[in-house]
């Protein structure tokens, strides 16, 4: 073959266009089925939020959780409040004030509901003493499933 003459590409085969699809589709489809389950209540974005006045139901892991699910619901029953108005900016206030006079004890957290960043949060709250790893496993997870929603939206914590 000469320098002059350049090799032409061969264009993929309708099969081999076809395969590259199905591959494209079948990876689409599994990441679909593994974000659905990673993200039951659904994928946190600016366009599935609901409006603030909306109230969002949030089905708590008790099975996970079951220290921090049964104060949840002691604190509702005592008659705490079983809604919570996202209010993020006033968590580390009502966390000081919920928790002022109540001490700390070796091995154990100080778990407050309403949460501290509920505007019904604060003073008055309920407080338990929970083990860290529920508590913080508890935490963490609430604050995942509520990331996507803005201050002023009202979640309700339902314990099954």
Request: aromatic content about 8%.
């Amino acid at each position: 073959m000469s320098p002059s003459r350049k090799r032409r590409k061969r264009r993929p085969s309708k099969k081999d266009r076809l395969l590259s699809l199905l591959a494209v589709l079948l990876i689409a489809l599994l990441l679909f089925f593994y974000l659905k389950q990673e993200y039951p209540n659904g994928w946190p974005s600016p366009w599935n939020t609901p409006e603030p006045t909306a109230v969002v139901q949030i089905e708590f892991p008790s099975d996970r959780y079951p220290k921090t699910a049964k104060h949840i619901q002691d604190a509702i029953a005592s008659g705490e409040s079983a809604t919570c108005t996202i209010d993020r900016d006033g968590a580390e206030e009502n966390r000081s004030e919920s928790l002022r006079g109540i001490p700390t004890k070796k091995g154990y957290d100080r778990d407050e509901w309403p949460m501290a960043m509920c505007e019904e949060g604060g003073k008055g709250a309920d407080i338990a003493y929970i083990p860290p790893a529920d508590n913080r496993g508890a935490g963490s997870w609430i604050g995942n499933q509520l990331d996507a929603y803005p201050d002023g939206t009202v979640v309700e914590i339902i314990i099954p």
